[in-house]
T-cell receptor, first 117, second 112 residues
Framework: KAGVTQTPRYLIKTRGQQVTLSCSPI?????VSWYQQTPGQGLQFLFE???????NKGNFPGRFSGRQFSNSRSEMNVSTLELGDSALYLC????????????????FGPGTRLTVL | SQQGEEDPQALSIQEGENATMNCSYK?????LQWYRQNSGRGLVHLIL?????REKHSGRLRVTLDTSKKSSSLLITASRAADTASYFC????????????FGRGTQLTVWP
């Protein structure tokens, strides 16, 4: 099976702009989670989507949003970019499912490196 | 903190030696997962150990879990220079859908 893919791999934006990142999960996986990784804060959870519904959300401002399509592909959007948004954005896919005690084994994509100038 | 916390923060060894990294956490878990990350790249899933398991092996990797002490360890035997990477433990609490709680990681350097 093909792994998780993320596009673009690298992005340079200026403050105030907005950006959209894309993630295609492993075939058959219905859950997509997004994380932000920075040297200072480490890996922080943004949100998770399953069957086009956001099931869980981390502590990020409303400038960070996402969505999931019927084919499980997901996008995240960051509006009004700030310098502090510079980070590696990682998406992870898993089988997901309705049972909360099912193992949440996540497989990550290569990430999108966002630089805000 | 609900995150896993790795120890040590950095580890430097010679090729052929064993590397042991530890992870502690504070909440009840459904499972605990270990990941590797090469510089600036995505995370590679190494192994998952469920809360009712005590030990698991995968190739040169050995993971233990002690739920009474809320701790886990990752042992890499006969290390190679290619094992140089950051290693993260991630806690799956089971009650927080789609979310893993990560520690800050252990930076492992294996010298040839």
């Amino acid at each position: 099976k093909a792994g998780v893919t993320q596009t673009p791999r690298y992005l340079i934006k200026t403050r105030g702009q907005q950006v959209t990142l894309s993630c295609s999960p492993i075939s058959g996986h219905r859950s997509v989670s997004w994380y932000q990784q920075t040297p200072g804060q480490g890996l922080q959870f943004l949100f998770e989507y399953f069957s086009e519904t956001q099931r869980n959300k981390g502590n990020f401002p409303g400038r960070f949003s996402g969505r999931q399509f019927s084919n499980s592909r997901s996008e995240m959007n960051v509006s009004t970019l700030e310098l502090g948004d510079s980070a590696l954005y990682l998406c992870a896919s898993s089988l997901g499912g309705g049972r909360i005690l099912v193992a949440n084994e996540q497989f990550f994509g290569p990430g999108t490196r966002l630089t805000v100038l | 903190s609900q995150q896993g916390e790795e120890d040590p923060q950095a580890l430097s060894i010679q090729e052929g030696e064993n590397a042991t990294m530890n992870c502690s956490y504070k909440t009840s878990i459904n499972n605990l997962q270990w990941y590797r990350q090469n510089s600036g790249r995505g995370l590679v899933h190494l192994i998952l150990i469920r809360s009712n398991e005590r030990e698991k092996h995968s190739g040169r990797l050995r993971v233990t879990l002690d739920t009474s002490k809320k701790s886990s360890s990752l042992l890499i035997t006969a290390s190679r220079a290619a094992d140089t990477a950051s290693y993260f433990c991630a806690v799956d609490r089971g009650s927080t859908l789609g979310r893993l709680y990560f520690g800050r990681g252990t930076q492992l350097t294996v010298w040839p």
